[in-house]
């Protein structure tokens, strides 16, 4: 196994933290907060299903569990998205 060059950054995106209001994902040295009142897909979901998403070069990312697909546009401006989906 070969390791990547010293000083190359190899995690672009995870999850920060979680509070009971919503979550932070960390993307390409910004922070974005996910709030459950917008999202209310990740409200009830476990640990294991939240932790469990991709993400892209591009901002794109998709919890497959959930069938939640999110980017940076939703994210910095959820109100422009309203929800479509029944819950």
Same mark, same amino acid.
């Given at each position: 196994?070969? =390791?990547?060059? +010293? ?6 995106? /995870?999850?920060? +933290?979680? %509070? ?6 960390? @993307? ?6 996910? $709030?459950? =009142? ?9 640990? %294991? ?5 991709? $993400?892209?070069?591009?901002? +794109? ?11 940076? /546009?939703?994210? /910095? +401006?959820? /109100?422009? @998205?309203?929800?479509? $989906?029944?819950?």
């Amino acid at each position: 196994m070969k =390791s990547v060059q +010293n000083g190359m950054n190899t995690l672009t995106t /995870e999850i920060t +933290n979680i %509070s009971q209001h919503g979550f932070w994902i960390y @993307y390409s040295g910004k922070e974005y907060f996910v $709030a459950f =009142s917008d999202f209310p897909w990740f409200k009830d979901c476990t640990l %294991s299903t939240l932790f469990n998403f991709d $993400a892209d070069k591009f901002g +794109n990312f998709h919890w497959n569990d959930l069938d939640v697909d999110l980017n940076i /546009e939703i994210l /910095e +401006n959820p /109100e422009k @998205y309203p929800l479509i $989906a029944n819950q």
